[in-house]
């Protein structure tokens, strides 16, 4: 069994997957890009808004109230890496990262 120390140190070491992800309307094809350091947090944090009604794009959370959650898919797009600079920032080089998946998209779909 792993001592509390052991543990905390563990936890110090695990990383959070970070990159751009979609929020994707299978009913109709749209979708929403976001990133973020910690991927998963952050797509739970949309669950969340969405599920109570408070999700920032409106119209998002207009489908999303209209068509059902099972009507949407979270889906990873690109992961980015960690750097061994341990005090990097990541937050402008994930916003570029966002730009140029969405730019390589195809041009005819639509987007919240």
């Known amino acids: 069994m792993k001592t509390k120390k052991e543990l905390k140190d563990e936890y110090k070491q695990h990383k959070s997957q970070m990159g751009v992800f979609q929020i994707r309307n299978k009913e109709t094809g749209r979708i929403f890009v976001d990133f973020h350091t910690d991927v998963k947090a952050k797509i739970n944090r949309h669950k969340a808004q969405l599920k109570f ?28 890496k960690y750097s061994k600079d341990e005090e990097q920032d990541y937050k402008a080089e994930l916003k570029v990262l966002s730009e140029l998946v969405i730019s390589e998209m195809n041009e005819e779909i639509e987007f919240y």
């Open 53 to 80: 009604g408070n999700h920032p794009n409106k119209e998002l959370q207009k489908d999303w109230k209209l068509s059902g959650e099972e009507q949407f898919s979270f889906e990873l797009l690109s992961e980015m």
